[in-house]
């Protein structure tokens, strides 16, 4: 399995319009998605007010590349989503099983 760790910086201003978008369009659409386990959505905190993030277990690398294409390795965004983002990031892990 993956982990997929997805984190966004907001454009200042912006956290409420994003807070919107991230509640009512990215939550379900990933919660929805085929080939997810998990999935941890992040909001901010006081200390960091315009960060949200996301934490994903993916079945397998063949179900991340079937949602996002071979370049998995890039931060995907909604065309939605652009105008109100500063920044992105995005790191893979093998998930240890315990």
């Known amino acids: 399995m993956i982990i997929r760790i997805f984190q966004v910086v907001t454009r200042p201003g ?3 319009e ?17 080939g ?13 007010p315009r960060e949200f993030s996301f934490v994903m277990v993916w079945e397998s690398l063949d179900a991340l590349k079937a949602f996002v294409g071979e370049d998995y390795q890039s ?4 065309p939605a989503e652009d105008e ?7 790191k893979h892990y093998d ?3 315990g």
């Open 36 to 48: 997810i386990v998990q999935v941890l959505p992040g909001a901010p905190r006081a200390d960091s």
């Open 75 to 78: 931060p995907h965004i909604d």
């Open 84 to 90: 109100l983002v500063e920044s992105r990031t995005i």
């Open 18 to 34: 994003f807070g919107h978008f991230f509640h009512e369009t990215a939550i379900p659409l990933m919660r929805g998605t085929k």
């Open 14 to 16: 912006k956290e409420e």
């Open 95 to 97: 998930l240890v099983a």
